[in-house]
Structures are given as C-alpha cells and as structure tokens.
T-cell receptor
C-alpha cells in the first residue's frame, strides 16, 4: 500500500534559522511528490512539486526540496525561516499507476519563535 | 481567475442527518477530487469525478456519494451522519493532462456533527 511518513509532528525553530522537514514515502511506482502548506482553518497551498528531472526543486516563499530515490525521501528545506512560515506542512505523493489520488502524510506543525 | 471555491464555509449537523457540500473547480479544470481532513490528520482521498462519472474511490463507505455536473462543478453527499464525520472537507480540481496529477485545493468546508 502507498504511504507517506512525516516523522516530526511538531518542530520549533528560531526566526532566521534554517529548516528541514522530513518526508519518506512507500510507493510501488515512480512517484510525483508535493509539499503543501496549510494555515489554521485554511485550505492547502502548493509550495513545490517534483515530477521528473532535476531532483532539487525550487518553490514559492524561498522553499526547496530534494528528491532522493535511494532513500525514498523528499525533504523540504528553507535557509532562513520567517515568523510568517508558522503553519502546518504536508507532504503528498501520487503516481499515474495508482490513478489520480494523492496520499498525504500526517503533517508537521512548524512553530517559529522570535 | 477564480480558484477552487467551496460552499458552505461551515456547517453544523446532528447525527443521522444528511449533508451536501458543493465545489466549483478552477477555470479550465474538469476533474474534481474530494478529501476528508480530520482534526490533526492529513487529508484522506474520498473520490474523484471526471466526465460526470466517479473515476476513483478511496476507502470510504457508501454513505459518501458524489455527483459532477456538466459545468464540472461537484457535490459531496454524506448520509446518516456520524460524529466521526466531523472534519474539514476539501475539494481539489485538476485537468487530466496535467503533469503529475497536480491538484489545486479550495478553502474547505468545516463540518461539525453533534
């Protein structure tokens, strides 16, 4: 079965510090990978996506992620966190072989301290 | 360009009642997917509609049903509501040719079952 694991439920970083959110997946096919952000009571906003090609992808708001096939990982990074980055972050995986559904991780809540 | 819209924003129902949620896809999109996001969890895929047919379904009971109209808008119906149906219901739209199944999400409908 397809699954996505986000090992960290909560992460707290200081404003200006670097950030890395972890995502591991289990998929029997070549995955499409996404990171979404959700502010309280809001829908999901796409930060970045990986379909193929360069394994380091750039997204909005200064975020980037790196696809590592050997580790089945797609970790999200940001070099310098801003207070406005506090939100919940979801990693999601899809694959053409499994239709068009997305499978989401449980999310990581990011808290930024000043 | 309007994004994905959903109505209503919030809804309160009692156990055993029925509810209908509505979604209008992003302009140019003809595929609609529905997800359930329980508190503290990632979104779970309910089903997807394309050309007015249910194309794919997640692990949800038959109490959950849907419909897609010729203008691509969609409804999610839930019968015999249970307390456990309380969640944020997210609608996502995409176009079948979109690479990597990229989906755009609406703001969601918060359903509370008392």
């Amino acid at each position: 079965a397809q699954s996505v694991t986000q090992p960290d439920i909560h992460i707290t970083v200081s404003e200006g510090a670097s950030l890395e959110l972890r995502c591991n997946y289990s998929y029997g096919a070549t995955p499409y990978l996404f990171w979404y952000v959700q502010s309280p009571g809001q829908g999901l906003q796409l930060l970045l996506k990986y379909f193929s090609g360069d394994t380091l992808v750039q997204g909005i708001k200064g975020f980037e992620a790196e696809f590592k096939r050997s580790q089945s990982s797609f970790n999200l990074r940001k070099p310098s966190v801003h207070w406005s980055d506090a939100a919940e972050y979801f990693c999601a995986v899809g694959a053409r072989e499994y239709g068009n559904k997305l499978v989401f991780g449980a999310g990581t809540i990011l808290r930024v301290k000043s | 360009d309007a994004g994905v819209t959903q109505s209503p924003t919030h809804l309160i129902k009692t156990r055993g009642q029925q509810v209908t949620l509505r979604c209008s896809p992003k302009s140019g999109h003809d595929t609609v997917s529905w997800y359930q996001q329980a508190l503290g969890q990632g979104p779970q895929f309910i089903f997807q509609y394309y050309e007015e047919e249910e194309r794919q379904r997640g692990n949800f009971p038959d109490r959950f049903s849907g419909h897609q109209f010729p203008n691509y808008s969609s409804e999610l119906n839930v019968n015999a509501l249970l307390l456990g149906d309380s969640a944020l219901y997210l609608c996502a739209s995409s176009s079948p040719g979109a690479p990597g199944n990229e989906q755009f999400f609406g703001p969601g409908t918060r359903l509370t079952v008392l």
